[in-house]
């Protein structure tokens, strides 16, 4: 079987730039033509011009060379100039010797001195163009002659041909200019018309057959075919085909389900496998487990966020040590000497190291650089970036820190290193200057925008020297691959391998692949289930007055990146076109507080509490509001209540490398009745299509999302849902994590870079 060209262009798109090229062809050899003929006619005009000069002066200089040289001079000098595009005349006798010349005739002595031997000699007018190094001219030498006849002299007009050229230059423009508009119309006229007529119709039989194939077309073509046979031919085909699906649909499901779906256990023995005996480190800003004062007290509790919900089953599952920033207030008093926990507390699997940073350092290391500067830069969400030096000095400190907490950890053992997000951007190449044997990947949570965005950070080439000292960058979408590579491309000298997407730098070899990060379920995090789950749902309806209605839920922390304030305007928006629902439906955000030290994030939830408000106040009644913000940090048991009571999930973020809530919203759905309403600019929303697909800046798309998933049929809702929970099921967080790592350890350990000061 042959492979398909990566160059291949569509018929309708060939077949239009064939006609598009031969009409073109032909009416630039007609244009061609065309031009000739006015410039020849251009040259007639101006040799007629030439001899009507030429007769007008013939009495005046036969006049003049009867004359002494000075008086000649004098008698003709006045009748030199004066004509349009006219260079100048010039007077000659018989024995070539110049009488009298206009001022600009000097620069073309020589010339006018051939010519007018030539023309004496010949005893005949001469016409020509020349065309020098700073002109192009028209010249005339005629002959004067006496009233018997005899040649007294000669007469030399000289004519400016750069007007000529300008217009025949402007010409070929305009020519050009239409030519290129008829060929891109004929062109657009074809290929449109192909493609309506021809390309169209048969895609969509060939989308009819592939969906034959996989088990979801139709009964029949969805176009009407002109070729009898064709159709006849098509409906054997699938009915073949269903009948061959059916005969091994049970068996083949339960196959695929044996050998798809991945579990803690499953991911522990396949680890094992992978590191060989070494040991698997975490290093992350923020840490799985916190601990705050709730009346003087230490409280535990789970920081906010998909890197948590994420990594921290792998190493329940795994075990290991995850090095982290201690924030918390009580996060000392909680830790022993060397900053170490066992965790998750009721049962400890892993080892939490936590590294201590001043405010100094925090405010510039995690709220300056990196959430300041390089969260807003990688977001595209329209908040200016801020970079400051200082913020940058406390970010690589900051950084050689965490990495010099992960070497100790590690000791001499070996080792595989995973490192988190944008936070820890330098850490692989610290880990790699000190132990070069260390197996070092790097995961980035957020999205990587093109390299005209990146180059706005004045830092951004050692950003990049410092991630290429990983062996492993991993990024959620291979968009984001895409982009990193072309960054590395334009800002530093590196070798790079598109075909196998890899960067050498200095001897060291860092791949890059994508790796959609998913959730685990909600079973295997023990939360409550059966009665215990109802009587929560339950104290929640009746702790938020929500009684009986029909609820909309979201679960976010409060970021600008994450569409709030779109969301609740599509809310207010929703109400005004879709008034019966008034008392019916409410909305429920979710809010995690999260970097308030940045003033941007404390003015954020400001807005969006006077902005629920003011909604409220426009649509509330004595008993019911349309909105309720709830700020605050939900543990997960509440979080699991609210995503298993509500009909509907929604995830508007205006930029998101994946976003887990999404997903998260599946998982809670085993039931299957829910419908999730997903923002485009989501990486979520390329794996999980059956979600209302929304642009989350389109409030009127967003209200009819809102109408249409209360509104969804039953049978829809179960359909789209069964499809987005097994995809949720068969990529889970082990899964992700198994496939990081077996990529990781697969990767042979190259020489590593060289040290440079960051």
Known sequence: MTSKSPFHLPNSLRMGLLIAALVGLLISALAWFQIERERRNDLEEMDRRAYV?????????????????SEAVTAFGSMLEGYRRLIGLAVYRTDGRLVAAGKGVADFTDLLQQAVGQTLAEAKDTVATRRTADAHIHLLVSVIRAPDGEPQGALAVLHDLVSLDERATHRQAQFGFWIGFIVLSLLFLTVAGAWLLYDRPLNRLAEWMRQLRTGDAA?????????????????????????????????ARAVVRADNIWSRDRLRAHVVDCL????????????????????????LIMPAG???????PVLQACGGVWVAHGSGEADRQMADAQGRLAVPPEDPTYTLRRVWLSREEEQGYYYGFANEGLWPLCHLAHERPIFRASDWEHYVRANRRFADAALEEAGSDPAVVLVQDYQMALAPRFLKESRPDLAVGIFWHIPWPNPEAFRICPWAPDLLRGLLGADLIGFHLQQHCNNFLDTVDRMIEARLDWDHFAVELQGHVSRVRPFPISV???????????????????????RYELGDLRLAVGVDRIDYTKGLTERFRAVARFFERSPQYREKFTFVQLGAPSRTHIPRY????????????????????ESW?????????HDGVTVHAFLRMAEIGVVSSLHDGMNLVAKEFVAA?????????????????????????????????????????LEMPPDEREARMRRMRRQVEENNIYRWAANFLADLTAVPISNPPTQEAA
């Open 625 to 633: 509001k349309p909105i309720r913000f709830l700020v605050g940090h």
């Open 520 to 542: 685990e379920s909600w079973a295997e995090r023990h939360v409550l289930a059966g009665a215990e789950l109802e009587q929560q749902i339950a104290d929640l309806r009746e």
């Open 602 to 621: 404390r003015n954020y939830i400001n807005e969006l509490e006077a902005l629920a408000d003011d909604i409220n106040w426009r649509f509330q009644t």
């Open 53 to 69: 000069i030429a007769h007008q002066m013939a009495y005046p200089a036969q006049v003049a060379l009867q004359l002494p040289d």
């Open 219 to 251: 009964e029949a073509p969805p176009i009407a075919l002109p070729v009898a046979r064709l159709v006849s031919e098509s409906d054997r085909l699938a009915a073949s085909f269903r009948a061959a699906r059916s005969a091994h649909q049970a068996q």
């Open 306 to 312: 998909g890197l948590v919900t994420a990594l921290d």
């Open 276 to 299: 060989r005996g070494g040991q698997l480190l975490v290093v992350s800003n923020r840490e799985p487990y916190m601990h705050e004062l709730r009346d003087g007290k230490p409280r």
């Open 669 to 709: 759905k085993p039931d299957l009745d829910g419908v999730l309403i997903l923002s485009e600019f989501a990486g979520a929303a390329r794996e999980l299509s059956d979600a209302l697909i929304i642009n989350p800046y389109d409030t009127e798309q967003f209200a009819e999302a809102i109408r249409r998933a």
